[in-house]
């Protein structure tokens, strides 16, 4: 069985990063997880990462954007990934990174885009007084969660509900949707 290539980047604890290996190595999906990208050295999500017997990139920032991501990108084409998977990466790649995988790199929004983009789109969506949030996935471009939108899954706020109640329930979701979406994705040969 020939498998499909793709890395992961990742920058905290590493909840969807689980949910997506669970999937791969439980139902034994024609994926294989090359490389995870961390830019912060004690994430949670290298132990993770270690479980799993996935190589992981430790990136520095501060040796300035430009030379981390054409690190990044040495080491991806090294491991001949064909894609990306963002799942709580929190840094915006340049448009000279997208590049080099147009239409190739996921990321996940914790709301339904095109509305509460960036950082905190969950207290956003809350704060604004919505009835329905959810989650998005979608290509990445150049701009701030924008990209085309592959997969949405609408989350009820309830009356009363605390933020704190809230966010769980949204992550609950992400870790069923993201798997899947990637999944679908793969077979469709979109990563080729």
């Given at each position: 069985m020939v498998k499909t290539k793709l890395a992961i980047m990742a920058s905290g604890t590493g909840s969807n990063f689980l949910a997506i290996m669970e999937k791969i190595t439980q139902e034994n999906w024609?994926?294989?997880?090359?490389?995870?990208?961390?830019?912060h050295a004690d994430a949670n999500v290298i132990?993770?990462?270690?479980?799993?017997?996935?190589?992981?990139?430790?990136?520095?920032?501060?040796?300035?954007?430009?030379?981390?991501?054409a690190?990044?990108?040495?080491?991806?084409?090294?491991?001949?990934?064909?894609?990306?998977?963002?799942?709580?990466?929190?840094?915006?790649?340049?448009?000279?990174?997208?590049?080099?995988?147009?239409?190739?790199?996921?990321?996940?929004?914790?709301a339904l885009l095109p509305s509460f983009p960036g950082r905190?789109?969950?207290?956003?969506?809350?704060?604004?007084?919505v009835k329905v949030t959810g989650v998005t996935i979608h290509f990445v471009d150049a701009t701030v969660d924008g990209g085309q939108i592959v997969a949405q899954s609408p989350v009820d706020i309830y009356d009363n509900e605390t933020v704190e109640h809230l966010e769980p329930r949204i992550h609950e979701v992400e870790h069923r949707l993201y798997p899947t979406t990637i999944q679908n994705l793969v077979q469709r040969g979109v990563f080729q």
């Open positions: 024609p994926i294989e997880i090359t490389r995870l990208v961390v830019d132990n993770y990462a270690n479980q799993f017997n996935v190589p992981v990139l430790v990136v520095d920032y501060h040796d300035g954007k430009k030379e981390t991501e690190k990044i990108i040495r080491q991806l084409q090294a491991d001949k990934v064909s894609g990306i998977v963002l799942a709580g990466y929190m840094r915006i790649l340049s448009a000279e990174f997208i590049s080099h995988y147009p239409n190739r790199i996921l990321n996940i929004h914790p905190h789109g969950i207290q956003d969506a809350y704060d604004y007084g």
